[in-house]
């Protein structure tokens, strides 16, 4: 079974242009997350899609960011315009809906840098 | 105060040894614990996951939970090269819902 898939894996953009990353979950997984890690901090949370719906975007840090997933299979974040604080590694992760424990399956993560 | 701190490290250790990575939380209604492990330029996959107080163990690996003091533990037995990586311990706010990660430990075995 494949994991969950996210492209690109590096991104190096300017200040002021747009990136569009993508995750693709295991198949069936209705729970699709988004988290970030910046350099030095810990993992931490962005968003939380049940199917196609937004359930919690506490995380998400201002309304340059926005998180899609038409049709409640991938998903894309859209940062626009990108600062230089954007700049860390995104994770998305998938869970099954009401899974027998808390695991949530992560990808690979895609690095962006910001300069 | 941070909902978990963790011990960023590295800790580096001789190939055998027994490897304690520990974590502190702050909010006593949390009922479930994870550790994740992080290989380089990988993503975070689960490696032991626990409900409550008590000990688990798989294989070299024992996670330990004490909700009274809010400590949570992962030994790692006869450590090999290969488990090398940074250990995140883990706290689902709640099932389905988010977790909140501590900030990861950096652990070299050294051959």
């Known amino acids: 079974e494949a994991g969950v898939t996210q492209f690109p894996s590096h991104s190096v953009i300017e200040k002021g242009q747009t990136v569009t990353l993508r995750c693709d979950p295991i198949s069936g997984h209705d729970n699709l997350y988004w988290y970030r890690r910046v350099m030095g901090k810990e993992i931490k949370f962005l968003l939380h899609?049940?199917?196609?719906?937004?359930?919690?975007e506490s995380g998400m840090p201002n309304n340059r960011f926005l998180a899609e997933r038409t049709g409640g299979t991938y998903s894309t974040l859209k940062v626009q315009p990108a600062e230089l604080e954007d700049s860390g590694v995104y994770f998305c992760?998938?869970?099954?809906?009401?899974?027998?424990?808390?695991?949530?399956?992560f990808g690979p993560g895609t690095r962006l840098l910001v300069l | 105060q941070k909902e978990v701190e963790q011990d960023p490290g590295p800790l580096s250790v001789p190939e055998g040894a027994i490897v304690s990575l520990n974590c502190t939380y702050s909010n006593s209604a949390f009922q479930y614990f994870m550790w994740y492990r992080q290989y380089s330029r990988k993503g975070p996959e689960l490696l032991m996951y626990t409900y409550s107080s008590g000990n688990k163990e798989d294989g070299r690996f024992t996670a330990q939970v004490d909700k009274s003091s809010k400590y949570i533990s992962l030994f790692i037995r006869d450590s090999q090269p290969s488990d090398s990586a940074t250990y995140l311990c883990?706290?689902?706010?709640?099932?389905?819902?988010?977790?909140?990660f501590g900030k990861g430990t950096r652990l070299h075995i050294l051959p």
């Open positions: 883990a706290i689902p706010v709640n099932r389905d819902d988010k977790i909140i």
């Open positions: 899609f049940v199917k196609e719906s937004k359930q919690d």
């Open positions: 992760a998938s869970s099954p809906l009401r899974g027998q424990e808390e695991t949530q399956y």
